[in-house]
């Protein structure tokens, strides 16, 4: 996520969310940005031109105008065949996902709308938009989309994953957050994160007392 979509989603958090996120990320070393695709595609590669935007940072961090760019060059040829079949929802789709690998969450929303019109009921594609709103800082569209989701496909293990962080770091609702992880552990039983999903679980509900706008309390060291 950008720093200025960062901004945006921090500035509504009251004390007791940032505690809490705090307590989530040391309980079970997880972030804020370990959310799961849900189209299952593979991660944007990068082509020779793309390694070369990003070799002289040395492994740093790129910037957003870089990373913009390896989305750019990577989208390019897939953009070209669009434009011959413009009604083509896997095109629409892969070029999404590279947007969305390279963190250009608008983007890659604009281009999963254009997939779902198509395959309203593709609950991957769906789920990947959700996330995409959740990292700019949209919880709101993010849970009705995961919803939407999965009303095709109610036991779709990476949006009930998803739509537990969505509701317990975007909203605060514990007890919705818990009850998505508990239903993918019922409805998946080998789902291969079970142990992790099971350490959320036990958190939020170690928590599940606190209530939204209360004073934070001090994390113990």
């Known amino acids: 996520m950008s720093n200025a979509h960062n901004a945006s989603a921090n500035d509504h958090w ?34 020779a031109e793309m390694a070369a935007i990003s070799a002289p940072s040395m492994g740093a961090q790129p910037t957003p105008e870089q990373m913009k760019k390896m989305a750019d060059v990577q989208a390019a040829p897939l953009l070209d065949q669009l434009k011959a079949s413009p009604d083509n929802p896997d095109l629409l789709t892969k070029i999404g996902n590279i947007y969305y690998d390279t963190q250009q969450y608008p983007t890659a929303i604009d281009f999963y709308q254009k997939a779902l019109k198509l395959q309203p009921g593709n609950a991957g594609v769906r789920t990947d938009m959700a996330t995409a709103y959740w990292y700019t800082g949209n919880a709101d569209t993010a849970i009705q989309e995961f919803n939407q989701a999965l009303t095709y496909d109610p036991n779709n293990a990476n949006t009930l994953f998803n739509l537990g962080i969505v509701k317990w770091q975007g909203k605060m609702d514990i007890q919705g957050a818990v009850a998505s992880w508990q239903k993918l552990l019922d409805t998946n039983p080998k789902y291969e994160n079970r142990d992790k999903v099971a350490q959320l679980i036990a958190e939020a509900q170690k928590h599940s007392e606190i209530k939204t706008g209360t004073k934070a309390k001090p994390i113990p060291n």
């Open 14 to 47: 009251t004390a007791t969310q940032a505690y809490m996120l705090s307590v989530l990320c040391l309980a079970v070393g997880i972030t804020a940005g370990w959310l799961l695709r849900g189209s299952q595609s593979a991660p944007a590669t990068q082509s």
